[in-house]
């Protein structure tokens, strides 16, 4: 089985910075990638950050230059540095991996997601 495990959400002021570590723990054979997305208060979930195994990464428009996305998948863990924080970030975080998991002698591809961090940030 499977499971991602978010830290580092929280309350902070506007202009300050948090960071986000999601690790994934299970018969992994290999991360294809990992990212956050989230999730406001009445709207829909939408892509913050993600990267490759090959280390190409994709920023939503929101966030480009404010975070920036990094993994470790050695060590199946992917970090999410953000800075300057606005009120508008306010949201749930969710960790996603899209994974190739062991199963036997046999592995198959799926896609995971974390409980979601609460990230506030007050203005």
């Known amino acids: 089985q499977v499971q991602l495990l978010e830290s580092g959400g929280g309350l902070v002021q506007a202009g300050g910075s948090l960071t986000l570590s999601c690790a994934a723990s299970g018969s992994i054979r290999g991360i294809n990638s990992m990212g956050w997305y989230r999730q406001a208060s009445g709207k829909q979930r939408e892509l913050v950050a993600a990267?490759?195994?090959?280390?190409?990464?994709n920023y939503g428009d929101s966030v480009k230059g404010r975070f920036t996305i990094s993994g470790n998948f050695a060590e199946n863990t992917v970090l999410l540095q953000m800075n300057t924080l606005k009120p508008e970030d306010t949201a749930v975080y969710y960790c996603n991996a899209d994974l190739r998991v062991s199963y036997g002698t046999l592995w198959y591809r799926d896609d995971y997601w974390g409980q979601g961090t609460q990230v506030t940030v007050s203005s």
């Open positions: 990267i490759t195994s090959g280390g190409t990464t």
